[in-house]
């Protein structure tokens, strides 16, 4: 088995956790070696040169625009954005909080949850980060401009997490138990206060993503998922993807009293009822079947 075997396996078997943070650090190392690449064969060009022309031609298709013309030419880039990183530290620190609190998220809560609120808290960022770049007069500076980074999808599941567990412990090198409610409120103090820094932008979306954990979990407690919309879009998404395994069902008209008209919509209704039966095993596997639709499908597959 080669490598790429295992990287497969490990993320099949793998819970959502290690997929997200997979996904950040693949597209970290594409855009590394697609940047590696420009500098070797790019003759005649400074470093910094490089480097716009990397952001031009590369990162800008995948970085959330602050102009909201821009997002409509470029839609995709809310998603993109919150799994691009081209430095580092960035992307250390960040998987590093997502590795620490994921971790506990699932502890307590669904792995769909966290699917969800990554995504959501996400798009919750980048939303606050352009309504804030277009409203307020003192951030024009930053109109033009672009974002990446999964800083905005983390914080919703860093916030989600210690508001539902408050007073869960963890002990920090240096500084001894301190629980998640602290921790917390000290990354959204943070953010609040580094708005005066030049990552003013970066900040506002950590608070847009902040602003929907923990609105998730308030609801949550209430007995509303407000990730379920999500996780059913994901799940029929995936379902028409999906192939469809192939049973060849036929039928045949008995010599019966059962006029055309009844016999054509019986077999109308068969067929719905194995198509029913078919979706559902692309959803959830054969496993998923009872035992009526077992029975239901083994009759109509052997069906002369």
């Given amino acids: 088995m080669n490598v790429f075997d295992d990287i497969r396996n490990s993320l099949r078997r793998g819970n959502i956790l290690y997929r997200l943070i997979f996904v950040n650090i693949l597209v970290f190392l594409v855009l590394g070696i697609f940047l590696v690449l420009l500098r070797l064969f790019t003759p005649g ?3 910094a040169e490089i480097r716009i022309d990397f952001h031009n031609n590369v990162l800008k298709y995948l970085m959330v625009p602050s102009l909201p013309r ?3 030419l470029r839609p995709w880039t809310i998603v993109t954005y919150m799994f691009a ?5 960035h992307i250390a620190f960040n998987l590093l909080i997502l590795y620490w609190f994921g971790k506990i998220f699932l502890q307590y809560l669904t792995a769909k949850q966290m699917l969800s609120t990554y995504f959501i808290g996400g798009f919750a960022g980048a939303l606050l980060y352009i309504l804030f770049i277009n409203v307020f007069p003192g951030l024009r500076e930053y109109l033009g401009g672009s974002m990446l980074g999964a800083s905005a999808a983390i914080m919703a599941i860093v916030i989600a997490i210690a508001f539902y567990v408050p007073d869960y412990t963890l002990h920090l090198l240096f500084i001894g138990p301190v629980k998640l409610k602290y921790i917390a409120l000290a990354f959204v103090a ?3 206060l580094m708005i005066a820094s030049d990552n003013a932008g970066g900040n506002i979306a950590h608070l847009g993503g902040a602003i929907y954990g923990y609105y998730f979990i308030t609801q949550f407690r209430k007995g509303r998922d407000t990730g379920k919309w999500f996780n059913t879009a994901v799940d029929k998404t995936a379902t028409l993807l999906k192939p469809r395994p192939k049973l060849n069902v036929s039928y045949r008209k008995h010599k019966t009293n059962v006029t055309d008209e009844e016999y054509n919509r019986r077999k109308i209704e068969e067929q719905r009822e194995i198509d029913r039966i078919l ?3 692309a959803q959830g596997g054969y496993e998923s079947l009872n035992k009526k639709e077992k029975e239901t499908l083994f009759k109509m597959g052997n069906k002369k």
């Fill in 279 to 281: 979706d559902k095993i």
């Fill in 85 to 89: 990183h081209t430095n580092l530290w």
């Fill in 70 to 72: 821009e997002l409509l």
């Fill in 45 to 47: 060009s400074s470093l």
């Fill in 190 to 192: 943070i953010d609040i």
